[in-house]
């Protein structure tokens, strides 16, 4: 039986879906630990379709005025309530 390989999203991708720079990416991932990327056979980051969703959300309480510090450890449920 074959294991389908669910998505996995480039750094690229993900900064053009979300409109987070890679730079900002990066420094979240050192700085609070999320996203944490998976790394693909070249050493790549490779995203989830989850961790996207969660960036996009976060992107958009971030144009609000929220603090990332304060939001990026909420579960994608508590983002998604904040959003609505």
Excluded: C, N
Excluded at 11 to 33: C, F, N
């Amino acid at each position: 039986m074959d294991m389908v390989t669910p998505p996995r999203f480039s750094i690229g991708a993900v900064e053009r879906d979300t409109g987070l720079s890679k730079d900002t990416l990066r420094v979240w991932e050192k700085r609070y630990g999320f996203p944490l990327p998976e790394r693909d056979e070249h050493g790549e980051r490779v995203y989830t379709a989850e961790q996207v969703e969660k960036l996009r959300i976060i992107k958009r309480l971030v144009d609000r005025g929220m603090r990332p510090s304060k939001i990026i450890e909420a579960s994608l449920d508590d983002l998604r309530a904040m959003v609505d």
